[in-house]
């Protein structure tokens, strides 16, 4: 999965750089696309008490993406297991350098409880799509 943004001066911080933070949002952005492009609406699954909380976030800055910037994000399933997603982030600039890369694992809970669960065979079917 792939998906350019523009950088906005709100993204940026007072050195017209995208403030650190910024980039875990990036990466939300696109690992919600990433589900939804497999049939995955993760609002659904919420109405069916169904989430998925990040548990782990690794990320390394190279570069600086600044104001006005088109920057690409892209993502990749790297492991699928019965409770657990770990996906791979890369952005680059218009020009392809790696700016910042990064994995998050992502925990299936219940909503009632906030506790661990298996997720469903339906859902683990759409999403092992991208593995």
């Known amino acids: 999965m792939s998906m350019q943004i523009r950088v906005y001066y709100e993204d ?21 696309e990433f589900l939804r492009e497999r049939g995955v609406d993760l609002g659904v699954w919420q109405n069916q008490g169904i989430l998925f909380a990040v548990v782990e976030v690794q990320v390394k800055y190279r570069k600086s ?11 990749e399933l790297i492991k699928c297991t019965r409770a657990a997603l770990i996906f791979r982030h890369h952005i680059f600039n218009a020009g392809k350098e790696l700016l910042v890369e990064g994995t998050a694992t992502l925990v299936c809970i219940k909503a009632a409880t906030l506790k661990a669960c298996r997720i469903p065979d339906e859902l683990l079917e759409c999403i092992g799509k991208g593995v």
């Open 12 to 32: 940026t911080d007072s050195g017209n750089v995208v403030y650190y933070a910024n980039y875990l949002k990036y990466m939300e952005r696109d690992r919600t």
């Open 65 to 75: 993406a600044r104001y006005n910037d088109l920057i690409r994000i892209e993502t």
